[in-house]
């Protein structure tokens, strides 16, 4: 992106970047969807809470799979599984923090794209880019509280790895938002 702009004398990356991110948050809906169906990025234990989501795959990996139900076939285990009580039962319901996260983002990209296209914001060199990073990291930020520790020595932690990476960024689209001034008018 950056070499284009400078070959072809576009407009400023920041410029670019402004409008890239429309489009780039609505790719992240899509993206934790993906987390979710691959049982990636999971939550935490959620007792009886009512949206709880079962995580066979997360819980037996598939040579246990293959093993307690005696089926070699991986996916014919897995659903052995799921149709068997007693093992299912093993398996804690856990928060959707995938899904959660994916919700958040379709309201990110509506908001991005309520502000380039209805207000003046969209002039400002670098303003949606830094929205952009404000409000996708603060999601990120929040939906961790609901997911597992990445490490298991940092589950103890009052922050996680995940919402300690997201405060640069959050302050970084801050500045791009309220500070940031470029130093030539976007042609």
């Known amino acids: 992106m950056y070499l284009y702009r400078k070959k072809y004398n576009y407009k400023s990356l920041l410029w670019i970047l402004d409008r ?3 489009p780039v948050a609505s790719g992240a809906v899509f993206v934790r969807i993906g987390n ?13 809470f009512p949206l709880g989501v079962r995580f066979i795959q997360d819980y037996y990996n598939k040579y246990e799979a293959v ?3 005696g089926i070699k076939d991986v996916q014919a285990a897995y659903t052995a599984i799921a149709n068997n009580t007693e093992l299912l039962e093993a398996v804690p319901y856990r928060h ?7 919700f958040c983002y379709i309201f ?8 380039y296209s209805k207000t003046q914001k969209r002039d400002q ?6 929205l952009f990073l404000a409000l996708l990291w603060t999601v ?6 609901f997911k ?3 490490v298991d020595d940092r589950a103890t932690w009052a922050l996680n790895t995940g919402q300690w990476l997201s405060i640069p960024f959050v302050i970084l689209g801050l500045y791009f938002m309220f500070k940031y001034k470029p130093k030539t008018p976007v042609r």
């Open 20 to 22: 890239l991110v429309i």
């Open 36 to 48: 979710f169906i691959n049982s990636e990025i999971i939550g935490k234990a959620s007792g009886d």
């Open 67 to 69: 093993r307690i139900t």
């Open 96 to 102: 959707p923090a995938q899904l959660y996260e994916s």
């Open 108 to 115: 990110v990209f509506l908001i991005l794209w309520y502000f």
């Open 125 to 130: 060199t670098g303003f949606i880019f830094g």
């Open 140 to 145: 990120r930020f929040f939906v961790e509280f």
């Open 148 to 150: 597992e520790a990445q």
